[in-house]
């Protein structure tokens, strides 16, 4: 079965630094892009990056390009979404997909309050 | 960034009963090579997305068809034929063509 399991939901203070995960099971990891999408409390989807695992080449969206880092270990397959230093307005369910979205991990919630 | 525009944000609809919900792009979703990468989603309450429709009109495995995909260029429709309970949630349209992908507003489907 195909599959993309995310690490658990995290809590973090301001300024803090954070990496979650998104790890792929079932198929070639390195044959599919792995994208990261935000979810605000209570908002839409919107598309932060995204990253092809064979070769690490990554492409962000300007909106969050500078925020994120997006990165990638092919040999235990597995997609990184990271922040060095998180704010208030981070908080938010962040969801990995495969490639075109046609599988999503089950979703990392992160809150940032002091 | 292309903006995509769903109507409406809210359709609360009988079971049974057909539901249409219209996205509309502001710009051609026609790719270079010829595929309209035009698709759409489901979230149901507490649940990821889940892919239904790619490609404009191709129903991913697993999903009833009572669910279709139409359109072309700018603009395109979602379908239920007849809406079902676990029809329930936020249906989002999403464009793959142009860098960064994009997603609509969302249309939550409530019953009445």
């Known amino acids: 079965e195909v599959q993309l399991v995310q690490s658990g939901a995290e809590v973090k203070k301001p300024g803090e630094s954070l990496r979650i995960s998104c790890k792929g099971s079932?198929?070639?990891?390195?044959?599919?892009?792995i994208s990261w999408v935000r979810q605000m409390p209570g908002k839409g989807l919107e598309w932060m990056g995204r990253i092809d695992p064979s070769d690490s080449y990554t492409n962000y969206s300007p909106s969050f390009q500078g925020h994120v880092t997006i990165s990638a270990d092919k040999s235990i397959s597995t997609a990184y979404l990271q922040w060095s230093s998180l704010k208030a307005s981070d908080t938010a369910m962040y969801y990995c997909?495969?490639?075109?979205?046609?599988?999503w991990g089950q979703g990392t919630t992160v809150t940032v309050s002091s | 960034d292309v903006v995509m525009t769903q109507s409406p944000l809210s359709l609360p609809v009988t079971l049974g009963q057909p539901a249409s919900i219209s996205c509309r792009s502001s710009?051609?979703?026609?790719?270079?090579?010829?595929?309209?990468?035009l698709n759409w989603f489901q979230q149901r309450p507490g649940q990821s997305p889940r892919r239904l429709i790619y490609k404009v009109s191709n129903r991913d495995s697993g999903v009833p068809d009572r669910f279709s995909g139409s359109g072309s260029g700018t603009d395109f429709t979602l379908k239920i034929s007849r809406v079902e309970a676990e029809d329930v949630g936020v249906y989002y349209c999403?464009?793959?063509?142009?860098?960064?992908?994009?997603f609509g507003q969302g249309t939550k489907v409530e019953i009445k």
């Open positions: 710009q051609s979703l026609v790719y270079s090579d010829g595929n309209t990468y």
């Open positions: 999403m464009q793959g063509t142009h860098w960064p992908w994009t």
């Open positions: 997909a495969r490639a075109a979205a046609d599988v």
């Open positions: 079932g198929y070639s990891f390195t044959s599919y892009w």
